[in-house]
């Protein structure tokens, strides 16, 4: 029995597409070898920038030299960036998983003997047995960025020592705090008394 899934399984891990041209499906071989080349070109650059920001939240801040504003670094904006591209990363995750899987189960059908498909079969199958993941797909990546971006820029943004009027960006950078906002809510009196009377 040949072994042609486990070859196309590490193959697809090397390098997203290889595992699909071992397995003689070359169209989709080269549109995941372009995903790959495509985020590793243009989209890992914002990506390593956005997580640096998104661990640092910056390290200049803005500043005055001879009556003229120099631009330091924004941490909200920084911060926003990062959770982009830990959420672009999840998207492309997706991808080289989906990658993973489909080599792996072409290279089970050849170890089974079965013919693989082409491009346009694929297509076909893909348009008759995956369409409501086709149409849905577009909408899930907008509401991963319109809906579960704010959400998380929320919550993190607790966290941070964000505050008025001393701590707003771009004049002053924001810091990483924890849950020391939270431990203050509960021994100044004041707000202890809000909670529990």
């Not at 939240?57 to 330091?72: D, F, H, T, V, Y």
């Not at 950078?173 to 202890?192: A, H, N, Q, S, T």
Request: positive net charge; proline residues 6%; glycine residues 10%.
């Amino acid at each position: 029995m040949k072994c042609y899934s486990e070859k196309a399984s590490i193959l697809s891990i090397l390098f997203m597409g290889l595992g699909q041209l071992y397995n003689r499906q070359f169209g989709k071989g080269i549109l995941f070898e372009a995903v790959e080349i495509l985020f590793i070109v243009y989209m890992l650059p914002f990506v390593s920038r956005g997580l640096w920001g998104l661990v640092t939240l910056g390290e200049i801040p803005q500043r005055m030299e001879a009556g003229k504003i120099l631009p330091g670094d924004h941490s909200i904006f920084l911060m926003i960036y990062g959770i982009m591209s830990v959420l672009l990363l999840l998207v492309f995750a997706a991808i080289y998983v989906m990658n993973y899987f489909d080599a792996r189960r072409v290279g089970e059908q050849r170890d089974k003997g079965k013919p693989v498909k082409n491009i346009i079969n694929s297509i076909a199958t893909l348009y008759e047995k995956g369409f409501p993941y086709l149409v849905l797909t577009p909408a899930g990546i907008f509401l991963l960025f319109l809906t579960v971006l704010p959400l998380i820029f929320g919550m993190l943004i607790a966290f941070t020592n964000y505050s008025g009027p001393h701590n707003v960006p771009p004049r002053a950078l924001v810091d990483w705090v924890g849950f020391k906002i939270f431990m203050e809510l509960f021994r100044l009196p004041l707000l202890r008394e809000t909670f529990f009377g």
